[in-house]
């Protein structure tokens, strides 16, 4: 597909006045979405989320969406990643969310809780065979505690992996949302097991004042290894 043209922020500024039914945060949070060439792009090129760029970025540099690939995506409302994993060449994609995510050709949406027990049975049905791309852009919802949300989400990441490891392909990637913050020692020593490559990346579209990367794993060595 064409390749998305990558937005620039020069020559954009907005401001907000708070109103008074405004509070400071949400005119700052307006204010920063109106101002952010990526929110713009977004909707000019028709992604759901800016987080789509975010994909098309690490895609781009890691070639991780091959065609015909069967790709589990989870944490996919509003569904942005969803949708980059259809338009560049995925066969199938298995969208999972706690929130409803509208319908996208191409796509199977469970709206569901990736942590219930019976999540993994569940989702082996419905690929109906082995994935060879797990993503998770899961985020719980922040406290506004680093250290808290960092093992929160590195809680989220670790069931990722663990699912990735059961459900992959030989020769598969897995890619998932962390947050800088060391303590996911533990999860990288298990990728490092199961993977050729295992590597952080900060995509240009991941806001910089942001602690969010990501983890790459490519080249699932199969379950057999490890
Ligand atoms: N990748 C998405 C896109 O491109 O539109 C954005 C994902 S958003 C940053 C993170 C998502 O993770 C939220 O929609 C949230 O509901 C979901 N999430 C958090 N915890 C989850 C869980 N336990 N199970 C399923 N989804 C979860």
Request: zero cysteines; proline letters at 5%; a positive charge.
């Amino acid at each position: 597909m064409k390749r998305p043209s990558i937005p620039s922020s020069r020559g954009l500024s907005v401001s907000v006045k708070t109103a008074k039914r405004r509070s400071a945060a949400s005119a700052r949070w307006l204010a920063r979405q109106l101002n952010d060439p990526y929110v713009t792009a977004a909707k000019q090129q028709g992604w759901r989320s800016r987080a789509a760029f975010k994909l098309l970025e690490l895609d781009d540099r890691f070639h991780l969406i091959k065609r015909g690939a069967r790709v589990l995506d989870l944490g996919a409302a509003p569904g942005g990643w969803t949708q980059v994993a259809v338009r560049r060449g995925a066969s199938s994609v298995l969208a999972v969310d706690l929130l409803q995510v509208d319908p996208l050709p191409g796509a199977t949406i469970l709206q569901a809780d990736f942590t219930d027990a019976d999540m993994p049975e569940r989702l082996v049905a419905l690929l109906g065979g082995e994935a060879d791309l797990v993503l998770s852009d899961m985020a719980p919802n922040t406290t506004g505690h680093a250290a808290t949300d960092h093992i929160r989400i590195v809680a989220l990441a670790e069931m990722a992996v663990d699912f990735a490891i059961r459900v992959l392909t030989p020769g598969g990637g897995f890619v998932a949302k962390v947050f800088q913050g060391g303590s996911e020692r533990q999860m990288l020593d298990n990728l490092k097991r199961h993977f050729a490559q295992v590597k952080h990346a900060k995509p240009p579209a991941s806001r910089k004042e942001s602690s969010e990367l990501y983890v790459v794993a490519l080249g699932f060595k199969g379950r057999t290894e490890g």
